[in-house]
């Protein structure tokens, strides 16, 4: 969105619900100068900003995916916090799953049975086309 069709936005919800911009900055949270600076496209939002402003109006910002016809929102994605041996977050264009329980599906079980380390209980296709294969297998799950 443009910062005037922000503004606009922001403009909309304290007519809806009837609001100065002191009584919505209140209710959301925030100064009533960051509403009067937004509202006259001084300074564009920060996201967290703009949520606040919308719950108080009970909207809510949904991302679209453009290439789909009709736009579909996309909806968060959750990662459930899995985290490798290293305490690192999973890359997240990687597809985290299960490794079974004889190390099935891991690419480094190998690894395991040169150096006597445990499997970890998570793994994901290093490999592209894998996790294209595996993907369309499990279209409704992605």
Same mark, same amino acid.
């Given at each position: 969105?443009?910062?005037?069709? #922000? $503004?606009?936005?922001? *403009?909309?919800? /304290?007519?809806? !619900?009837?609001?100065?911009?002191?009584?919505?900055?209140? +209710?959301?949270?925030?100064?009533?100068?960051?509403?009067?600076?937004?509202?006259?496209?001084?300074?564009?939002?920060?996201?967290?900003? #703009? $949520?606040?402003?919308? *719950?108080?109006? /009970?909207?809510? !910002?949904?991302?679209?995916?453009?290439?789909?016809?009709? +736009?579909?929102?996309?909806?968060?994605?959750?990662?459930?916090?899995?985290?490798?041996?290293?305490?690192?977050?999973?890359?997240?264009? #990687?597809?985290?799953?299960?490794?079974?329980?004889?190390?099935?599906?891991?690419?480094?079980?190998?690894?395991?049975?040169?150096?006597?380390?445990?499997?970890?209980?998570?793994?994901?296709?290093?490999?592209?086309?894998?996790?294209?294969?595996?993907?369309r297998m499990y279209e409704d799950d992605y």
């Open positions: 969105m443009t910062p005037t069709e #922000l $503004a606009d936005a922001v *403009r909309r919800v /304290r007519r809806t !619900l009837d609001m100065s911009q002191r009584q919505l900055a209140t +209710a959301a949270g925030i100064g009533q100068s960051t509403v009067a600076s937004i509202e006259c496209c001084a300074q564009s939002p920060r996201v967290d900003t #703009l $949520a606040a402003i919308l *719950r108080v109006g /009970r909207c809510q !910002l949904v991302i679209v995916d453009t290439n789909h016809d009709p +736009a579909e929102p996309i909806w968060p994605w959750n990662s459930l916090g899995l985290r490798d041996r290293g305490w690192r977050l999973y890359p997240a264009h #990687l597809d985290v799953r299960e490794v079974g329980p004889s190390g099935e599906g891991w690419w480094g079980t190998y690894r395991v049975l040169d150096h006597g380390r445990e499997r970890p209980a998570h793994t994901f296709d290093k490999d592209r086309e894998t996790r294209n294969a595996r993907r």
